[in-house]
Structures are given as structure tokens and as C-alpha cells.
């Protein structure tokens, strides 16, 4: 099966050709730094950005898959949770193509296809993101492809953490998931985001705070592990952008030395991580899985990516962190969930389906 993807949902116009599992191509428009001006995400900037640039992406995928539209079997575009404007251009994009093609058309939710970014493999290697540009052209592809391999799933806890969502997901199968616990106020990496603010960094400020945290140290200060020792498996992160707030504040000399912003970065950086990594293995430990995936922007993260690699070996569990690549919002992972719903039977949506901007998983 050739199915087109389109995902919209926040500030990534992203367009994946996929057939039987593998990535074909993955075009992406990054706006970051159009709404950097405006410290956060500017709603109409992102549709009018989405409008512009969605026939080049598509376009772009569709010449890089050496795929005609004719050959597309199925069209899939992300229905939801994301910002309203934003959606709307490529879901309904998605149904006036498949309209025009006569071809079965899907709506995805887009946190049940981060659920499965981490059984992409090969991603960094064949679609490195770096390697597509602001205009969405996918850049030398080196041969071969990014493939979904479903042979070693296991049942998991999955993390989802990106900057508008924090998500502890039981997955019993591909198709069968229960939300176990999600955050009550900021996600993790608007945490990252709004406290390296404080601290004068450019948004979006994760990156940077991971770059900065390489050499500071995570226990220069004592920041608060929100919900650490809670029983639920919810988040809860502005108590520590608050702690950082009056921290800032109070020492303003801490802004003024590299080194200790540095240090200010990693203990930051720790408080969130530590209570990410806690959460996540104490979920799969009472869920009796013996698997934890991880996906989102802020699985990026080195220090994430590191101490969850360390938890999981010593409580003996395995661990698929989505690759870098495809840790970011992108079109193959709408892709990849939208094909093994067809062929597992799922029913085509019509084309008079809404988006769906405030879509909770179940
Ligand atoms: O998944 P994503 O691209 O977009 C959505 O929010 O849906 O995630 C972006 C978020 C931002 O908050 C960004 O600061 C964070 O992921 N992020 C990171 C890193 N890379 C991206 N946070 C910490 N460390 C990173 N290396
Ligand atoms: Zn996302």
C-alpha cells in the first residue's frame, strides 16, 4: 500500500510517502524561527506559514519517493489535538486530495502515531532531519529507508514529551492503548522552554538548555521533582517553572556567569528529567511491561535519552527511544499508524470529518 501523509498540528508542515512499513520520504518545514521572534508558537503565523508551504512539501515528498499521486492507495492527515488553524490546512488538503484521487482517506490522532515512532528504525540514517530544508526539499537521501518493524514489539510504557504534551501511555498492542497519566499544567518541554526564557535563552530553549547542560552541574542547585513520590502517574512541571522563577530573581548574579548558567541549566534539567525517568519505570513496573518507549521533542534530550537508557538496564528493561529524527512532529509516524490502520481493517473516515483540536487519548 502508498499512502500520502500530512501532519499540520502545530508549527511543522511535515509530508511522508510510506509503503508496507517503510519511509519512502519525510519532507519538513520547520517554522521555528518565525515564531522564535514571538518567544512561543503564534497560531495564524503557523496556518498562514502551513498554506504557504504545504504543495512545495507535498511536492517535495512526492519527488523524493518517486511516487505520482496516481500511485497513492490511501491519504491520511493528522485530525488532532493541535492548534485549530494549523490543523485545518493539512487535514483538509488531505481530503481534497484523497477526494480528488477517489482513494480511502484517515484522520489520526497525532500522540497514538508518536506511539509509534520508536519502532521506526534506520530514520537518522536515511532522513536525517538536518538534511531537509526550510522549504521542505528532502536533501541527498542516502540510498535505502527508514522502516517500521513491528517483528520485536512488545507490550510498553511509552512517554510522550514534547512542548505542548506530557503522556505515560500503556500500549498492549499495536492498536490497543490506555492513557495512564498526563500532565496537570505545563508539559515537560514547555518547562524547558519557559524557564530558559528566565533565563534569556531563545526559544525554543530545550536545545539550548541541553547544549548549556553538557558542562554544568545538575546538583549546583536544589529545584524542586514535582509529583516525584505522588502515586498517580500524572506531571505537574509549573511549580518548578515557578522555583526557578523566584530562584532567578532573588540571585540575579546567577545570570551574569556562564558557568552558572550553565549549572543552572543541569540542575533544571535534572529536576525534570529525574521525575520523567521515575514516572516512566515505576508505570512499567506496575503494569508488569518489560518494555519502555520514549518520543516527543524532548526526547532529544541527551540527559533524558542517557538516564533512561541507565534505568532501563538496571531494572533489566528494554528501551526504543525514537530516533532524533523522528522525535519531532513529522508525516512518516502519521504515516506508518494510518497504514497499519487500514490494514487492520480500520474504516476510512469521510470526507466530512472535522478536525479535532482538543482530541484526548483514550
Ligand atoms: O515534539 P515537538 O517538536 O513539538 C511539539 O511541542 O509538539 O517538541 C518541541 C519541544 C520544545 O519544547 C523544545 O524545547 C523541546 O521539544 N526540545 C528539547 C530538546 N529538543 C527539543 N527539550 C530539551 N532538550 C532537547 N534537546
Ligand atoms: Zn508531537
Known amino acids: 500500500m502508498t499512502l500520502l501523509a500530512i501532519e499540520t498540528s502545530c508549527?511543522?508542515?511535515?509530508?511522508?510517502?510510506?509503503?508496507?512499513?517503510?519511509?519512502?520520504?519525510?519532507?519538513?518545514?520547520?517554522?521555528?524561527q518565525i515564531h522564535a521572534e514571538y518567544g512561543g508558537v503564534v497560531p495564524e503565523l503557523a496556518a498562514r506559514e502551513h498554506l504557504r508551504n504545504l504543495l512545495p512539501v507535498t511536492q517535495a515528498a512526492l519527488?523524493?519517493?518517486?511516487v505520482q499521486p496516481d500511485q497513492l492507495d490511501a491519504v491520511a492527515a493528522t485530525q488532532g489535538p493541535g492548534?485549530?488553524?494549523?490543523?485545518?490546512?493539512?487535514?483538509?488538503?488531505?481530503?481534497?486530495?484523497?477526494?480528488?484521487?477517489?482513494?480511502?482517506?484517515?484522520?489520526?490522532?497525532?500522540?497514538?502515531?508518536?506511539?509509534?515512532?520508536?519502532?521506526?528504525?534506520?530514520a537518522e540514517h536515511h532522513?536525517?532531519?538536518?538534511?531537509?530544508?526550510?522549504?521542505?526539499?528532502?536533501?541527498?537521501r542516502r540510498s535505502g529507508f527508514a522502516t517500521a518493524d513491528f517483528s520485536s514489539f512488545q507490550p510498553n510504557v511509552s512517554l510522550i514529551v514534547s512542548g505542548g504534551h506530557t503522556l505515560l501511555v500503556l500500549v498492549e498492542s499495536e492498536l490497543k492503548h490506555r492513557v495512564l497519566g498526563s500532565t496537570t499544567d505545563d508539559a515537560a518541554g514547555e518547562c524547558?522552554?519557559?524557564?530558559?526564557?528566565?533565563?534569556?535563552?531563545?526559544?525554543?530553549?530545550?536545545?539550548?538548555?541541553?547544549?548549556?547542560?553538557e558542562s554544568g552541574n545538575p546538583k549546583a542547585f536544589d529545584?524542586?521533582?514535582?509529583?516525584?513520590?505522588?502515586?498517580?502517574?500524572?506531571?505537574?512541571?509549573?511549580?518548578?517553572?515557578?522555583?526557578?522563577?523566584?530562584?532567578?530573581?532573588?540571585?540575579?548574579d546567577s545570570l551574569k556567569e556562564v558557568q552558572s548558567?550553565?549549572?543552572?541549566?543541569?540542575?533544571?534539567?535534572?529536576?525534570?528529567?529525574?521525575?520523567?525517568?521515575?514516572?516512566?519505570?515505576?508505570?512499567?513496573?506496575?503494569?508488569?511491561?518489560?518494555?519502555?518507549?520514549?518520543?516527543?521533542?524532548?526526547?532529544?534530550?541527551?540527559?533524558?535519552?542517557?538516564?533512561l537508557t541507565r534505568a532501563c538496564e538496571k531494572a533489566g528493561l528494554t528501551l526504543r527511544l525514537a530516533e532524533k529524527a523522528l522525535c519531532t512532529d513529522n508525516a512518516a509516524m502519521i504515516?506508518?499508524?494510518?497504514?497499519?490502520?487500514l490494514l487492520a481493517g480500520v474504516k476510512p473516515a469521510s470526507f466530512d470529518e472535522e478536525i479535532k483540536p482538543g482530541w484526548i487519548l483514550d
Open 11 to 32: 508549527d511543522e508542515t511535515s509530508v511522508a510517502v510510506v509503503r508496507d512499513g517503510k519511509i519512502l520520504s519525510n519532507s519538513v518545514s520547520s517554522q521555528i
Open 127 to 140: 532522513l536525517g532531519a538536518e538534511e531537509t530544508d526550510q522549504t521542505g526539499r528532502d536533501g541527498a
Open 192 to 213: 524547558f522552554d519557559k524557564t530558559g526564557k528566565l533565563m534569556g535563552l531563545p526559544y525554543p530553549a530545550g536545545p539550548e538548555m541541553d547544549r548549556l547542560s
Open 223 to 252: 529545584f524542586p521533582r514535582p509529583l516525584l513520590n505522588d502515586a498517580s502517574n500524572d506531571f505537574s512541571f509549573s511549580g518548578l517553572k515557578t522555583a526557578v522563577r523566584y530562584f532567578v530573581r532573588d540571585h540575579p
Open 63 to 66: 519527488q523524493a519517493a518517486q
Open 83 to 122: 492548534l485549530p488553524t494549523a490543523l485545518l490546512v493539512g487535514f483538509k488538503a488531505a481530503q481534497a486530495i484523497a477526494f480528488a484521487l477517489r482513494k480511502p482517506f484517515l484522520g489520526i490522532h497525532h500522540h497514538e502515531a508518536h506511539l509509534f515512532s520508536p519502532w521506526i528504525r534506520n
Open 261 to 307: 548558567v550553565r549549572d543552572l541549566c543541569a540542575s533544571i534539567q535534572a529536576a525534570i528529567v529525574e521525575v520523567l525517568v521515575t514516572k516512566t519505570l515505576r508505570a512499567a513496573k506496575r503494569n508488569g511491561v518489560r518494555c519502555v518507549t520514549a518520543s516527543g521533542g524532548v526526547t532529544c534530550n541527551r540527559a533524558l535519552r542517557r538516564e
Open 335 to 341: 504515516g506508518i499508524l494510518a497504514e497499519r490502520k
